[in-house]
């Protein structure tokens, strides 16, 4: 019965739910970039540069074949995918969060004769000892 409570403690715990949530939606998220991809962006760039499918490219060498087509959609559809997570998720995510967090005030500032660093107030520098004045 102690290993089970155990099991319960361990399933219940917020990290272990927070990541089967993070992997649910990073899942949904997938399916929705993926088609967004597939059914908006794809299309768009055939309209404007002809055909977007490169499976039919081969080389051959001796008696194999290498099928850098295939390779080359793959390298396209990532970079497309990139493309739209950075600009619709990591970049909005990153101007929102700017505005939510406070900037810090430095409470150090560069010495003006020997460039190291002192407090703000500083009267006097403790490295070179020049006088400095003091920044409120």
Do not use: H, W
Not at 77 to 83: D, G, I, N, T
């Amino acid at each position: 019965m102690a290993m089970i409570s155990g099991f319960k403690k361990f399933l219940l715990r917020g990290n272990v739910v927070d990541l089967a949530i993070a992997v649910v939606i990073g899942a949904a998220f997938t399916a929705i970039v993926n088609s967004f991809v597939k059914d908006v962006l794809t299309p768009l760039i055939a309209a404007i540069g002809g055909q977007p499918d490169f499976s039919a490219l081969t080389l051959r060498i001796g008696a194999g074949e290498i099928r850098y087509g295939l390779f080359l959609n793959a390298l396209i559809s990532f970079l497309m995918v990139a493309a739209v997570i950075y600009f619709l998720v990591v970049r909005p995510y990153e101007s929102l969060s700017a505005r939510f967090t406070r900037q810090e005030e430095s409470v150090l500032r560069d010495c003006p004769e020997c460039l190291s660093e002192i407090p703000r107030a500083a009267v006097r520098c403790a490295r070179c000892t020049s006088p400095v004045v003091p920044v409120p």
